[in-house]
């Protein structure tokens, strides 16, 4: 299987990376799992669970908006474990911004090499 995915326009780019399966938040290990019909079920790309330290995400989504749905379930868990109470569109903005952050760096690291 290629590393590769070929874009509109015919042309090839290197696939993103898979989401991982999980990760370290606050010293805390976190399971990241892909959930089968999530936004059927919890009219929800993506949900953070404090009780189960677990992040999923619809397993249909494709890989932009399942990594855009990482993060903002990143920061959810952020938010909840640190008790910032903040108003979810501010999650919204901030899951979106660090998605950003991260597909620019990605970018960056695959044109330096």
């Known amino acids: 299987m290629s590393d590769r995915e070929v874009t509109k326009t015919g042309s090839t780019k290197k ?3 898979k989401i991982p399966a999980r990760i370290r938040i606050g ?3 976190i399971r990241v799992v892909a959930v089968k019909d999530l ?3 919890h009219d929800a790309f993506g949900t953070w669970d404090d009780g189960k330290l677990e992040i ?10 399942a990594w855009e749905t990482f993060w903002h379930e990143c920061v959810e ?10 108003a ?4 919204q903005t901030l899951g979106l911004l660090t998605h950003q952050i991260f597909v ?6 695959a044109e330096s090499k």
Not at 88 to 91: A, C, E, F, N
């Open 88 to 91: 979810h569109h501010k999650i």
């Open 77 to 86: 868990a952020i938010v909840s474990m640190t008790e910032l109470e903040l």
């Open 15 to 17: 696939a993103a990376p």
């Open 104 to 109: 620019s760096v990605m970018e960056s690291i």
């Open 39 to 41: 936004i059927k079920e």
């Open 56 to 65: 999923q995400i619809d397993a249909g989504l494709n890989a932009s908006l």
């Open 27 to 29: 010293g805390h290990t």
